[in-house]
């Protein structure tokens, strides 16, 4: 297994640097990446929190057919900045920013990332970004969506609009300088023992995340610069009137916004790529199918942004290949799935916390999909475009698929962040909880839609208000879900159960630390000696799998 | 500044401990692809502008090609000036390193003076039409890039005056200034293919 080894003849000695960080070192420019984690994981959970908040005032309008509760604008105004923040202030920065840059580095074995002030830097172009975006509010908050088409985007609310560009360009910057420290950290500053097979896989899936961002993220800016200055300075790229184009909007941002489901996806596959054959005390079930489907994913994602098209006119050549294509991203995704199932099948499962939501994701990843294969169908998605089945199936994909991960990820590192276990009682609660109202609220919304009922309205024909009644419900007990989890996190980091270096012995390199990690992470390096999945192969050497902490 | 907050006199820890010069221009290679992506989105807007105008450009914008052509000549031969300046700087020579670099950065001065020239005199604003709209935003960010590379190779030239800052072993950052400004260059000579060469046929 992988070790660190400790020659007791060298003391330590870093006379100018603390053991470890206080609290308020999280409030500073830090350049450590396991501030930087933390910093954007708890950044990211508030504007989770006030996403949230948007969501559940929606639903609560929606509970009945007319407009009592938001007026039309103000129900616009949540609507967009509920998907912008979701999206790109909360599952981007916290599976990318937030693990990506806590575990990298341990899971290596390097002591920092690449370019760690960049990194802080990349980190605090995030608080102002959104700062920028809430702000929009005072000026009546940006209207047109999370899309933000021309031209409804250029002929409302405009001061908010640019403001939510800006925003955008913001948190976009600040993901090419993350994927930049990314792509050069896992490509360089892997432990010398390891090799690329020995890589984990949640490490391959952040280098295809970060080839993904890196690529994509920038058209979305020239997009939206475009958009900026059709917005203020009278330029007409978007404009038919004037010899522009709306569909090259489009097309410029659903070449970042359909890989962007990948940027969301893909560091979560990774994290479940960990959690699982952790808990379920068994080798990961075809290492490299995982690695190089993820590979896979980052490329034919780049090609399928056309199916987001379907009904903006596009030619019927264009529908047979973009159909075709996204249908092919299925098939590496399917491979993920087998594999984790295949992982699961027949191993030690500890049904704990982490793996609930991992089974949880499991299942509610694969009705997503699922909902996701028919969209992905032109004759299928010309009927039910723009309708609550497309918000359903995105909400399988985004919260059973993303937020789920998130959590299964937070049960299964706190311990390594915080040094303290979660409580598994409120942790369970909490997953029921979740499970329950995440199903209630959007497995209806399949039903809204197929009967037809448009999605981004805030007034609807009083025949769907029943079905809307059940998605309210179901919002609300999303929203009291959270309740067990924040008392958790709050009392378990003060007074929770002390974890010990490894409580789950895993076999990647940042169990081989202290829980929490040491500023430079390891007093000496670790050495590899073995893969980070080979779970029960001890056993053939006579030892049980259970006992492999044996670190210093 | 790579690598490691600090060092430990470990075998492995030293090999961390120590510069990673090639990390930065690794880093700054890696940057600059996305960067390509960006200005790849305004031409990939522009070609579709341009395929679905009966007319490129519209009647009444007359692309010049005297002023531009001067001018793509002087950022072209710079890239070859400051590539002078690598070599002196390979061979310890820090003073005709910087002798090659304030000159990069003067044509590149001139390269935005002609810009402004030529904006001044066009005779079509930004809103004339959408050709016009699409010249002025592409030209513009990219002028705003050679401003960029200006402040780098100043920047170069400025921490030069430390003795011993550069030298043969030791010039990433004039390596760095150097392959950004060669990026400008390649990205003008698709700009200038595109916005001046194409509207003539
Ligand atoms: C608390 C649970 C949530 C509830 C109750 C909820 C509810 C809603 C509602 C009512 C809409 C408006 C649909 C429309 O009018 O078209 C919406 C849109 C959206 N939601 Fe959520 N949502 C939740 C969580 C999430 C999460 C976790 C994400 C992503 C990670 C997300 C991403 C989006 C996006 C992208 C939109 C589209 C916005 C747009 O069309 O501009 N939501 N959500
Ligand atoms: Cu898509």
């Known amino acids: 297994m992988a070790q660190a080894q400790l020659p007791l003849d060298t003391p330590l000695s870093l006379p100018e640097h603390p053991k470890a960080w206080k609290w308020y070192d999280y409030f500073t420019f830090n350049v450590d990446h396991k501030v930087i984690g933390i910093q954007y994981l708890v950044t990211a959970f508030i504007f989770y929190l006030i996403g949230g908040l948007m969501a559940v005032a929606m639903r609560t309008e929606l509970a009945t057919a007319d407009s009592d509760f938001l007026n039309p604008n103000l129900y616009n105004a949540f609507m967009t900045n509920h998907g912008t923040i979701m999206i790109f202030f909360w599952v981007v920065p916290a599976a990318i920013g937030g693990f990506g840059n806590y575990l990298v580095p341990l899971m290596i074995g390097a002591r920092d990332m690449a370019f760690p002030r960049l990194n802080a830097l990349a980190f605090w172009l995030n608080p102002p970004a959104g700062a920028l975006l809430l702000a929009s509010f005072l000026f009546g908050g940006a209207q047109a969506g999370w899309t933000s088409y021309p031209p409804l985007s250029t002929i409302t609310a405009t001061t908010a609009q640019s403001m939510w560009i800006l925003a955008i360009i913001l948190v976009g910057t600040s993901s090419i300088l993350g994927s930049v420290n990314f792509i050069v950290t896992i490509w360089k500053m892997k432990v010398p023992s390891m090799r690329w097979d020995q890589l984990p896989l949640f490490c391959w899936a952040m280098l295809a995340t970060s080839l993904l961002a890196l690529v994509s993220t920038p058209v979305l800016a020239a997009g939206l610069i475009l958009l900026l200055f059709d917005i203020n300075f009278g330029t007409s790229f978007y404009k038919p009137d004037a010899g522009g184009n709306v569909v090259i909007y489009q097309h410029l941002f659903w070449f970042y916004s359909h890989p962007a489901v990948y940027l969301m996806i893909l560091p979560i596959f990774g994290i479940m790529s960990e959690v699982i054959p952790v808990h379920a005390r068994k080798p990961i079930f075809g290492y490299q199918a995982i690695a190089y489907s993820s590979l896979a994913i980052c490329c034919v994602g780049l090609f399928v942004w056309v199916h987001h098209m379907f009904t903006s006119g596009t030619p019927p050549w264009m529908r047979m290949f973009f159909t075709i294509s996204t249908l092919i991203v299925a098939v590496p995704t399917g491979v993920k799935i087998f594999s984790w199932v295949a992982t699961l099948w027949g191993g030690k499962i500890r049904l704990n916390s982490a793996m609930l939501f991992a089974i949880g994701l499991l299942s509610m990843f694969v009705l997503g999909g699922l909902s996701g294969v028919t969209l992905g169908t032109a004759p299928v998605d010309i009927h039910v475009h723009d309708t609550y089945y497309v918000v359903a199936h995105f909400h399988y994909v985004l919260f059973g698929g993303s937020v789920f991960g998130l959590y299964a990820g937070i049960y299964h590192w706190f311990p390594k962040m915080t040094g303290r276990l979660l409580d598994e009682r409120l942790g369970i609660l909490h997953f029921v909880l979740t499970f329950i109202g995440t199903n209630l609220t959007f497995l209806p919304m399949h039903e809204l839609g197929l009967k037809g009922m448009p999605r981004r309205v805030a007034m609807y024909d009083p025949q769907f208000e029943p079905i809307n009644l059940i998605c309210t419900i179901g919002a609300f007990v999303l929203a009291f879900s959270i309740i067990p989890f924040l008392i958790n996190i709050i009392w378990s980091w003060n007074k929770g159960k002390i974890a010990g270096d490894n409580p789950w012995g895993g076999l990647s390199l940042e169990w081989t630390t202290s829980s929490p990690p040491l500023i430079e992470n390891w007093e000496v390096l670790p050495v590899v000696t073995k893969g980070p999945y080979d779970y029960g192969i001890e056993q053939h050497k006579g030892s049980t799998d259970e006992d492999e902490d044996e670190e210093e | ?201």
């Open chain 2, 1 to 201: 500044m790579q690598g490691t907050v600090d060092s430990q006199a470990t075998a492995i820890a030293v090999d961390h401990a120590h510069e990673h010069p090639d990390f930065r221009v690794l880093g700054l290679l890696v940057f600059l692809i996305s960067e390509s992506l960006m200005f790849g989105g305004l031409f990939a807007a522009y070609l579709l502008l341009r395929g679905m105008n009966e007319q490129w450009p519209p009647e009444g914008t007359e692309v010049e090609l005297l002023v531009p052509t001067i001018n793509t000549i002087i950022l072209i031969s710079s890239s070859f000036v400051i590539h002078y300046g690598d070599v002196a700087i390979k061979k310890d020579d820090v003073r005709g390193m910087r002798q090659w670099y304030w000159i990069t950065a003067a044509m590149g001065a001139v390269f935005l003076g002609g810009q402004v020239y030529e904006y001044l005199t066009l005779g079509y604003g930004l809103r004339t039409n959408v050709f016009a709209n699409c010249f002025y935003v592409m030209t513009g960010f990219h002028g705003l890039h050679v401003f960029v590379g200006i402040l780098l190779i100043l920047g170069v030239i400025w921490r030069s005056r430390r003795p011993g800052h550069y030298n043969a072993h030791k010039h990433t950052g004039v390596a760095m200034a150097e392959i950004y400004w060669h990026f400008v260059d390649v990205i003008w000579i698709i700009l200038f293919t595109l916005l001046y060469i194409l509207t003539r046929f």
